[in-house]
């Protein structure tokens, strides 16, 4: 097994995708290369089309014909499979949780865990950091990002102490951050306040929220009716917003009706129930414990439309 990132869910997700050795597969996060392994590995005709923006990615791509790794954003799958002329697919899989080798790696910033630098990029090309954030957001957006992207009652007194704490001297490490919002941290929930300051943050360097969306908008129109789209989720606010797309083709989860009060939605859901790791897989990956999965097929397209 890959130790860059144990694939989670990996039977149920690649049931969920339904594959023909012939389709057109994506693989939007490819991350460790797990999940795709075992995609590209039931193909014989068909291909995968794997993206991941981490450089660091590109050291578990196997040597497979079947795979076609592309190095960007999953926002832009479309642009990219229209240059190799693919207009549909038949199945788009996305992991949406961050990488055990991001996590651990400490100098990336992403855990709370060691002290580093305070950064948080996917994409190690860009120049917008959590430490950028903290040093120059007004206090409206701190509470903004505190409370929409970590879902923090305390934003205001989280906001106003680090603003506080950055007028003494600059917040540029983990720890410098933790230092500087220890008195608004509930000690019984400590760990789990963190992990919340610290999402907040990585969402908002890597605007996930808005890629997240702009992928789902992708996938509904790349998919061919029949095809399907397997998602895990991590937390409540993606998990939220994938429900709502598979549930009703938009964001807000609000589901139309024809002339006749039949509800319209461009998707059937597979699984009307949210799936979550076993037990046995939580002991073997502790880290799968928050996973949803989460799985739809487009429809047959009636009356023209």
Do not use: W
Not at 54 to 80: C, G, H, T
């Amino acid at each position: 097994m890959n130790s860059y990132h144990i694939p989670v869910m990996l039977d149920e997700c690649i049931k969920g995708l339904m594959i023909h050795p012939e389709g057109i597969y994506v693989d939007a996060t490819f991350g460790g290369g797990g999940h795709a392994r075992e995609i590209a590995g039931r193909l014989t005709s068909g291909r995968l089309f794997a993206f991941d923006q981490d450089e660091d990615a590109i050291r578990n791509v196997p040597k497979d014909e079947r795979l076609i790794f592309i190095r960007s954003n999953f926002r832009y799958i479309r642009n990219f499979l229209k240059y190799y002329d693919i207009e549909e697919v038949d199945g788009i899989f996305a992991d949406l949780g961050v990488s055990s080798h991001d996590f651990d790696e400490a100098d990336r910033g992403f855990s709370f865990r060691f002290d580093a630098p305070l950064d948080m990029r996917m994409n190690q090309e860009s120049d917008f950091t959590a430490a950028k954030i903290i040093e120059k957001f007004e206090s409206g957006d701190l509470i903004r990002i505190f409370r929409d992207y970590g879902e923090i009652k305390n934003a205001h007194r989280l906001a106003g102490a680090i603003m506080a704490a950055r007028n003494d001297k600059p917040i540029i490490t983990t720890g410098d951050l933790q230092q500087a919002i220890q008195n608004c941290i509930p000690r019984a929930i400590e760990k789990k306040y963190l992990a919340q300051v610290f999402q907040a943050l990585r969402m908002e360097v890597n605007q996930e929220k808005e890629v997240l969306m702009e992928f789902l908008n992708s996938a509904l129109g790349l998919l061919k009716p029949g095809g399907r789209l397997v998602v895990l989720t991590y937390h409540s606010i993606e998990d939220r917003l994938v429900k709502n797309f598979m549930k009703s083709g938009n964001f807000e989860g609000k589901i139309d009706q024809d002339f006749y009060g039949n509800f319209i939605s461009p998707f059937t859901l597979i699984n009307r129930k949210v799936m979550i790791p076993s037990e046995d897989e939580i002991k073997i990956n502790p880290r799968s414990r928050s996973a949803k999965l989460r799985i739809a097929e487009k429809k047959e397209m009636e009356n023209g439309e």
